[in-house]
């Protein structure tokens, strides 16, 4: 049988998983940028760790130096994943009280 502070407990979890939802949806419209090359390529995820949008100046591309410009890509859309998943953790931090709960994200 469940006690009273059981039932408590329950309301409290089920509650955190509400909030949570709220949340995982909420950081999915939010988005970070990032950019490289002074800003000749930038990359913007969302906090889904999804890419959303890549842009490259047309003076980013040199057909005789290519690697330049996947270095730049990755360069930028990496900084975009490293940040969505540095805002996600933080606003997560927020809501479980500093806990890292795997699985969590």
Do not use: H, W, Y
């Not at 408590?8 to 998983?17: A, L, W, Y």
């Not at 949806?25 to 490289?36: I, M, P, S």
């Not at 994943?81 to 890292?100: C, F, H, I, P, Y």
């Amino acid at each position: 049988m469940m006690g009273p502070n059981m039932n408590k407990m329950m309301k409290q979890v089920q509650k955190m998983q509400a909030e949570m939802m709220r949340m995982q949806e909420e950081l999915g419209n939010r988005t970070v940028e990032a950019t490289a090359g002074g800003g000749v390529v930038r990359a913007v995820a969302n906090g889904k760790q999804e890419l959303v949008s890549l842009e490259i100046k047309p003076e980013a591309v040199d057909p005789e130096d290519v690697e330049m410009l996947q270095d730049l890509i990755l360069t930028a859309v990496n900084s975009a994943l490293d940040q969505s998943r540095e805002m996600v953790a933080a606003e997560m931090g927020k809501l479980t009280g500093g806990l890292n709960i795997p699985g969590l994200f």
